[in-house]
């Protein structure tokens, strides 16, 4: 006999196989009487015009949460619109359309009528900001890390993405998008889901320049969605990181008439048919169990539920670009994408619009080196028999000689490390590189405002042992002629020692081409850590105080901050790309060296100004306040402290603002945070080792994050 627990349970299966939805050819009648347009009630659902169709002809049916508030709408207009009844023609529309009754589960408003949607209205920051959806129920109900957004994304005005710039879909078809918008996808292959992805998702971004390409859309998938589209869980294929060329989804792709790119079907994966016109046809994948989002850039954001990861990547995309790869790779298309190789110009014989230079850009064609500024195995530089040097511009990793140190300095509690906020990016602004090819000269007058490469001998300039060379990376003054970059020759004038160039490879065109790049971003840094809390008006212990905590503020906007930071480091390091493989050969091409932004004269730049501006502050510093460091690993420094924080012995004025030209703190690229703290023995044993304080001062034995 069943128990009574039993009967209730069957009951209740079968009350829940009862419709939940009144049929199709119904919803479409009772949305029609109320008189809301498709457009207006995939807006109050957060969904996309197709969707609200295709709930409305049977092809699909929602899930939760937009389930229930579907629901409760219906049953609204239901009881207002009986279905014995004729409807009733809506009432002649007032200058703003009257807003629909949202169901509670969505805060965000109703959107305009069309006719009214072409002023747009500036929208409160607290009616932007809608609350995250509750989760499918047939996911583990775990609850997400991510408190009360402070501050509101904006949300994505062109109308041609509603939807925003990616989405992230689960399992059970559910595409999590920006702003807490859950689209249903109903793809159940790779194919699918691409032609879902350009048809009728609304996803993509606006092109960064005038003479640009607009972003492509992209699908993040996790690991049920990937094996829902048949990817195995993980790449047999370390090396390659690809699928096989017989793998049953590639032959699929290929099969449907689709490409991919020439690095396969790997963790960032590239869908495409050329274009048609001007419409691009191409679909970006990322696949979080392949690894797409590497945990040195994107730290926890692989295992944040799919909500907050499209939450981490979308404040990416919209305040740096769409991701369309590592970090690294980011940062390189960011330039191309700020700064468009070509542009549309007017042939003057046909008074056809034809494809010209972009002014300011690097161009389209790879552009060969100078010889001191490439390496050994470049073609170029290898056939020619170059002996001439090269140009070693790298950042610092210098330990103070223990010799050199007082007994005062030794009896001094505490080691304190200084790191610089994105000390690449902050050298990048205004900094003028050159555009054209390298010309050599013989014996040229130094010229600082020219970029470019000089055999100069600096070893007779003698400084303080106390402090690194400003000329070389490892900090020992040189011992003889070598080839330095525009900035660190002017350095060496800048500290009044005249300079006589031997030889010099100089480019005449010339431009801020990374100024852009630097621009945004530098707003992205500044705006991140403003949503942690940490702002330009606060004071220095604020500041310390905030910095401390910050990544447990939000871990989302931390993940975010440090793919800034990575998108930086990256981008440059990209710059000067070398080859890679077992079975590369000397003097044979290598697939980096092809593209134009493959520029290795631009990273010298970089990195050159980002040591001489270390030691400038260095200098100032013993100038100041008789304090020399213990180390420099990159942008991080090491000073000996009578106290375990950096108030204790950077220099302040008697109104208790910092001095000008030393170490501050602050947000901002180039200004300073505290790094560690050790004992001053524990620094001053590793130095003794030969090893460097600040690459441990941390603690943990962590290893610092060089060159941000």
């Not at 994948?285 to 499209?310: H, K």
């Not at 440059?572 to 044979?588: A, D, H, R, S």
């Not at 208790?656 to 030393?662: L, R, Y």
């Not at 945070?673 to 600040?694: F, H, I, R, T, Y």
Request: glycine share 8%; aromatic share 6%.
């Amino acid at each position: 006999m069943a128990s009574e627990e039993e009967l209730f349970a069957n009951i209740d299966a079968l009350l829940e196989e009862e419709p939940q939805l009144p049929p199709p050819a119904e919803r479409a009648r009772l949305r029609e009487a109320a008189g809301i347009t498709q457009a207006r009630l995939a807006v109050a659902l957060k969904t996309s015009t197709q969707t609200v169709k295709n709930y409305e002809n049977g092809r699909s049916e929602p899930k939760e949460p937009r389930l229930s508030a579907y629901q409760r709408l219906l049953k609204g207009w239901a009881a207002k619109y009986p279905a014995h009844t004729a409807p009733v023609a809506p009432a002649p529309a007032p200058a703003v359309a009257p807003q629909p009754e949202v169901p509670e589960t969505f805060t965000s408003p109703a959107a305009p009528a069309p006719e009214a949607a072409a002023a747009p209205v500036e929208t409160p920051a607290a009616s932007v900001a809608p609350e995250r959806p509750a989760r499918p129920v047939s996911r583990p109900a775990t609850s997400s890390r991510r408190p009360a957004a402070k501050k509101a994304v904006k949300p994505a005005t062109d109308p041609r993405f509603p939807h925003g710039p990616l989405a992230v879909l689960d399992g059970d078809g559910s595409a999590y998008g920006i702003d807490g918008i859950v689209l249903d996808c109903p793809a159940t292959t790779v194919v699918g889901l691409v032609e879902w992805t350009l048809r009728e998702s609304g996803l993509g971004a606006p092109k960064l320049h005038r003479h640009g390409k607009d972003a492509d859309p992209l699908i993040v998938l996790t690991a049920s969605a990937a094996a829902k589209l048949g990817l195995p869980e993980r790449l047999e294929d370390r090396r390659g990181l690809r699928l096989p060329e017989d793998h049953p989804v590639v032959k699929q792709v290929l099969k449907a008439r689709w490409q991919l790119t020439q690095r396969g079907f790997g963790p960032w994966a590239r869908i495409y048919r050329k274009a048609q016109g001007r419409e691009r046809q191409c679909v970006q994948l990322a696949i979080l169990p392949w690894d797409a989002l590497d945990s040195r850039s994107w730290p926890g954001v692989a295992e944040m539920e799919p909500a907050d990861v499209a939450r981490v990547l979308g404040v990416y995309a919209q305040r740096v670009i769409t991701p369309r790869g590592g970090t690294a790779v980011n940062g390189l298309e960011l330039m191309t994408a700020l700064r468009p190789p070509t542009r549309p110009v007017r042939d003057e014989a046909t008074g056809n619009w034809v494809s010209g230079l972009n002014p300011g850009s690097l161009g389209t064609e790879p552009m060969d080196p100078a010889p001191p500024e490439g390496q050994p195995e470049h073609p170029a530089i290898y056939h020619s028999g170059w002996k001439g040097g090269f140009l070693h511009e790298e950042a610092y990793q210098w330990v103070r000689d223990v010799d050199t140190l007082t007994d005062e300095e030794c009896l001094l509690p505490f080691a304190v490390g200084l790191d610089l906020n994105t000390a690449f990016l902050a050298a990048a602004a205004r900094l003028t590189v050159g555009l054209s090819e390298p010309v050599h000269f013989v014996n040229p007058p130094f010229n600082p405002k020219i970029p470019g490469s000089w055999l100069v001998d600096l070893s007779g300039i003698e400084l303080d042992p106390r402090l690194p060379s400003p000329f070389t990376p490892d900090g020992i003054r040189p011992t003889g002629p070598a080839w330095y970059q525009t900035h660190t020759v002017a350095y060496a004038q800048e500290l009044g020692y005249n300079v006589a160039p031997i030889e010099a490879y100089l480019r005449k065109e010339t431009g801020a081409y990374l100024d852009p790049w630097h621009d945004r971003l530098k707003t992205a840094y500044v705006d991140t850590l403003a949503d942690l809390g940490i702002t330009k008006d606060l004071s220095d212990t604020e500041f310390l105080a905030a910095m401390e905590r910050h990544k447990d503020v939000d871990p989302a906007m931390a993940a975010v901050l440090a793919a800034i930071k990575g998108t930086v480091k990256g981008g440059i390091g990209k710059l000067f790309e070398n080859p890679q493989g077992k079975n590369y050969k000397e003097g044979e091409p290598w697939p980096a060296m092809m593209r134009p932004t493959w520029r290795p004269d631009i990273r010298a730049a970089v990195i050159s100004k980002a040591r001489v501006n270390m030691h400038r502050k260095l200098l100032n510093m013993s100038k100041m306040t008789g304090l020399f460091p213990l180390a420099v690993l990159s942008d991080c420094v090491v000073y000996p402290s009578p106290g375990a924080s950096p108030l204790d012995f950077l220099p302040y004025a008697a109104s208790g603002k910092p001095q000008p030209g030393g170490f501050r703190l602050g947000p901002t690229p180039g200004l300073a945070k505290l790094e560690g703290v050790q004992p001053m023995l524990w620094a001053v044993d590793l130095m003794e080792q030969g090893l460097n304080p600040a690459r441990h001062i941390k603690g943990g034995d962590a290893v610092l994050d060089e060159g941000e």
